[in-house]
């Protein structure tokens, strides 16, 4: 079995700060993980993806995650803030089920002027 | 590009009405999904399937039943469409064969079904 937590349902910041997303996740095997981005009225893009690679993940858009095994986390995470990065994140875990994937709840992002 | 098309971005159906949900992937995957996205619920998976004719139940498959004739082509169908399932539906594809891929879904942009 597996499942996605993701803390915070709406994170709001300044733009030019430091933006946080969390995840934790469980996993009865080794996981695939996964942050996807979903801007108003479409469907949801690939930010980044962990696959028992490197800890540390580099995405699109300048926004990194870093998967931490012993906290079964893999938060979301980009140095400064722009507006356009408002939107809907999505943490996603995969196991080996023919690439089933369960979703987190999501959390918006907000980012104020 | 690789592109997941769905047939319509918006519906409006009354209930009991028959609806149909079509979703063309052009990558040759193998695997191809249906989501339902309700706000604060994040997407939960309706069905699946791996190979053509084959189908799997998702977490939330009772009101949804789904056919997979083609390999590039996975219908969602509503035989009695209900007001709570007005919602957006999104499909999804994903292949096996390229590790650097792994389990990566690719998604279409929605079909946003409303039923009164």
């Known amino acids: 079995a597996q499942s996605v937590t993701q803390l915070g349902s709406h994170v709001s910041v300044s733009e030019g700060a430091l933006v946080l997303l969390r995840c934790n996740y469980s996993?009865?095997?080794?996981?695939?993980l996964f942050w996807y981005v979903q801007y108003p009225n479409q469907g949801l893009q690939l930010l980044l993806k962990?696959?028992?690679?490197?800890?540390l993940v580099k995405g699109i858009n300048g926004f990194e995650a870093e998967f931490k095994k012993s906290e079964t986390s893999f938060h979301l995470t980009k140095p400064s803030a722009h507006m356009s990065d408002a939107a809907e994140y999505f943490c996603a875990v995969r196991g080996t089920n023919a690439g089933k994937s369960t979703f987190g709840d999501g959390t918006t992002l907000t980012v104020k002027p | 590009d690789v592109k997941v098309t769905q047939s319509s971005r918006y519906l409006v159906k009354r209930t009991g009405e028959k609806v149909f949900l079509e979703c063309v992937q052009d990558m040759d995957h193998e695997n191809m999904f249906w989501y339902r996205q309700d706000p604060g619920l994040g997407l939960r998976l309706i069905y699946f399937?791996?190979?053509?004719?084959?189908?799997e139940k998702g977490d939330i498959p009772e009101g949804y039943s789904v056919s997979r004739e083609k390999k590039e082509r996975f219908s969602l169908i509503l035989e009695s469409a209900s007001t709570n399932q007005t919602s957006m539906y999104l499909c999804?594809?994903?292949?096996?064969?390229?590790?650097?891929?792994?389990?990566?879904?690719?998604f279409g942009e929605g079909s946003r079904l409303t039923v009164l």
């Open positions: 999804a594809s994903s292949t096996n064969r390229d590790r650097g891929l792994a389990g990566e879904l690719f």
């Open positions: 996993s009865s095997v080794p996981p695939y």
């Open positions: 962990y696959t028992s690679a490197a800890t």
């Open positions: 399937s791996y190979d053509v004719k084959m189908k």
